[in-house]
């Protein structure tokens, strides 16, 4: 993601983050101590594999809410009150917004070489404006399709490799089970859209000119818009909420058949569903003519500004993503499927992973072949958050009947110009 040194300066990211690049030690004597914030699964065992493995640097970790349920929240009061940890998780679409705040710290020059080449291009250029690093990606999560082996096979159903196939399949669930649905179209999944979006050649943002240009209802998004909108009308896609109880009920009573998310999601339905062990498997997302795909989900490491060590933070931060012991530390815990970043842990993810919920599959092989399809290029804006708010308002309503898709997608757009702006971001509107 290219910035123009103007538009740094507009959003004030140079300036201020200068100020910190010296950093305070704290008293010699016994390990460096520093914090960390982060509300990823299996991180209590990474922080405690690390402080085993070394007594030079000694982390103490906090476990927080997801950026959803006040994570993010709490990290940006901290900060503002000068006391946020040395290092935060922070999800790609919400680093621009925390770079821009200078709450992330500018770590280009603490961002080494050998980790670089450690790690897929495109996940690192996820959090890299105008040739400066403000985070470490830790996973890149390609958005793959989980699907019920067990219902598949008994009805003759064959996986869909194309969106046309997918529509049709989905038809014809409908019309044998007065029940079940193929999937659900999340009401609050912006994320997953965006994703949708992404792999159909969709860019809702684009800083190439100089300036933010918003373009949240291109061409290519409407076409997703308009193919959901279908499925939602037709009534073959169950439309509610994903983060909902009712969701629950639908996985947990066998009414759905497929789910459309991150490759990190295989570890989360396993821990929730374990009685469904064995009935699952994953197989490539449906593409439309393009064999790419956007990724859904993954998380970054940032040394935000108040760090008092951010050597021993990078540390940390690099053992974290490249090192086998933390990924076979955090899957052993048997909460995460994350997908590697370093493509070198792929072999140790497949091996730690427990493979029978899956009925033996090895999953990491395909994480890895959907990882190389993630279509490069895509930038998140500033204010993620408050974008995808807007959107998932006009989602629930056109799940409801009450409006169409794509007017959701035109009235965030539109949400998100003043945000831009207050920022004094140099902006342009583009499609709508």
Known sequence: MRLSRRTLLAAGLTAPLAACSTPQRRGAGGPVEITFWSALRGSQQVVDAFNSSQNRIRVVFQQIPSGGQGGYAKLSNAARAGNAPDIATIEYPQVPGYAIDGVARDITDLVTDRVKQKLLPQALKL?????????????????????????????????????????????????????????LFPTDGGTQFACFAWQAGGQWFDTSGGKWRVSLADGPTQKVAAYWQKLIDEDVVFRNAGDSKQHDAQIGQDRVLTRLSGAWDAGAQMRARPGQKGKWRIAPMPVWDDQVVGTHGGSTFAITKDSWEPEAAMEFIEWQTTHPDALTARLKSGTSSQYPVAPGLVAAGAKAFPGEYYGGQDIYRLFEQEANKVRDGWVWGPRMTATLKVMQDGFAKAGAGEGTLIDAVRTAQSGTMPDLKALGLSTEEGAR
């Open 127 to 183: 959090t890299t404006f105008d040739n400066r690093v403000f985070s470490v990606p830790l996973d890149i999560e390609p958005m793959v399709l989980h699907y019920r082996a067990d219902l598949f096979q008994a009805n003759g159903f064959e996986i869909p490799a194309t969106w046309d196939e997918f529509a049709d399949l989905a038809r014809a669930v409908k019309n044998r089970f007065p029940d079940k649905k193929l999937t």
